[in-house]
């Protein structure tokens, strides 16, 4: 069974800095794509941050030079490091991923960036 746990998100001022975390069992971070998706007040959830099972990573514009998704094999772990925050990067932080037709999702993360 594939169960995904976000944590690490809160309140932090604008400016700042937040690292998620997405504990993964049932499937290895290692060999699997890894997404970071994210979902503002009344809007649709859009991607964040991916990570292939080769290591490559890409980012949505908004994320470009300030978010950076890496993954710890050996915790089995994914991360997003969100520094130089915004308050419209307010949202709910979910941890994604893809095995065949199923997709995958933990519970989320609120993050909340005041100004």
């Known amino acids: 069974q594939v169960q995904l746990v976000e944590s690490g998100g809160g309140l932090v001022q604008a400016g700042g800095s937040v690292r998620l975390s997405c504990v993964a069992s049932?499937?290895?971070?290692?060999?699997?794509?890894m997404t970071w998706y994210r979902r503002a007040p009344g809007k649709q959830r859009d991607l964040v941050a991916i990570?292939?099972?080769?290591?490559?990573?890409n980012y949505a514009d908004s994320a470009k030079g300030r978010f950076t998704i890496s993954r710890d094999n050996a915790k089995n772990t994914v991360y997003l490091q969100m520094n130089s925050l915004k308050p419209e990067d307010t949202a709910v932080y979910y941890c994604?991923?893809?095995?065949?037709?199923?997709?995958?999702w933990g519970q989320g993360t609120q993050v909340t960036v005041s100004s």
């Open positions: 990570i292939t099972s080769g290591g490559t990573t």
């Open positions: 994604n991923t893809d095995r065949g037709r199923f997709h995958y």
């Open positions: 049932g499937i290895s971070v290692s060999a699997n794509a």
